[in-house]
């Protein structure tokens, strides 16, 4: 969840590798591709989210984090933002599989609010001068 754990994790696999390998008289190289860095919400924006959501009457919580991957990372290391997710989950209609499973679903019925927080999202910043937050 931190570039920071990210790197120290690598340089400590290469070291076990390295020191495995050499006590068995062996060579060992480590290749690692990093796919995408990790999404880090800057924490004021993520805090003018949730005002946005409250102000609006949108619920609103955070989530735990989760180790998948997310192109919307490169976006938070230019500038600050917020990564937000949208509760598509309806037990009562039986839509209670993750994403990437054979049997996923969506409640569309709940997709207005998305485009509800967006809009208002949009709003309020827009609404800010001379936009403190960034």
Known sequence: YKNEVGELLKRRIKEI??????????GAELS?????PPTINDPRM??????VAKKYGLRYGDV??????????YYLQSVPGAFLTLGIRNEKKGIVYPAHH???NVDEDV???GTAMEVA??????RQSPFPII
């Open 46 to 51: 993520a805090q003018f989210a949730r005002e």
């Open 111 to 113: 997709l207005h609010l």
């Open 64 to 73: 735990q984090p989760s180790m998948g991957a997310e192109d919307f990372s």
């Open 102 to 104: 054979p049997k996923f």
């Open 32 to 36: 690692v591709h990093d796919l995408t």
């Open 17 to 26: 590798i390295e020191g495995i390998s050499s006590a068995h008289g062996a």
């Open 121 to 126: 999202l949009a709003r309020e910043f827009l």
